[in-house]
């Protein structure tokens, strides 16, 4: 695999896995990332007790694709910018949604992904999590 063909790839893998999320494809997510990732929620999330960082493919699977705030099938991401450099993938997207309590969600994200060879085994977001902790609360 040339290395063009190897960035594109995992800008690829990237994209399968956002789409694996909305879809609460767990099965999907899963081929997506190593064993051993290491997953970093935002630190405020994290001062609302996610642990930071996730550590295991199933600890990061559960919280990718385990029970979720928006209503099934609502969950839409839109990528408007997609880079990739040495092992690092980092992804502008946005979300669109519809959380369970019925409110409108929509909120920006920049997501950092280490690769090694071809499986995720590192991610950071980083998003606002003030905006999206105030559209999941009743």
């Known amino acids: 695999m040339t290395p063009d063909d190897q960035a594109e790839t995992r800008k690829?893998?990237?994209?399968?896995?956002?789409t694996a999320i909305?879809?609460?494809?767990?099965a999907s997510a899963s081929?997506?990332?190593?064993?051993?990732?290491t997953w970093w929620v935002?630190?405020?999330?994290?001062a609302r007790g996610l642990d930071r960082p996730l550590r295991?493919?199933?600890q990061v699977l559960e919280l990718l694709c385990g029970e979720s705030r928006y209503e099934v099938g609502t969950m839409v991401w839109k990528h408007?910018?997609?880079?990739?450099?040495?092992?690092f993938v980092i992804a502008h997207s946005s979300l669109r949604a519809t959380t369970r309590s019925?409110?409108?969600?929509?909120?920006q994200y920049a997501l950092l992904y280490r690769f090694d060879g071809l499986l995720i085994t590192e991610a950071w977001e980083h998003t606002d999590t003030a905006y999206a902790f105030s559209r999941f609360e009743d």
């Open 56 to 58: 295991g493919r199933e």
């Open 80 to 87: 408007h910018q997609m880079f990739h450099d040495a092992n």
């Open 102 to 107: 019925g409110r409108d969600y929509e909120n």
């Open 42 to 46: 935002p630190q405020s999330a994290g």
């Open 22 to 26: 909305a879809e609460r494809d767990r």
């Open 12 to 18: 690829e893998i990237v994209v399968r896995l956002l």
């Open 31 to 37: 081929r997506c990332v190593a064993d051993d990732v």
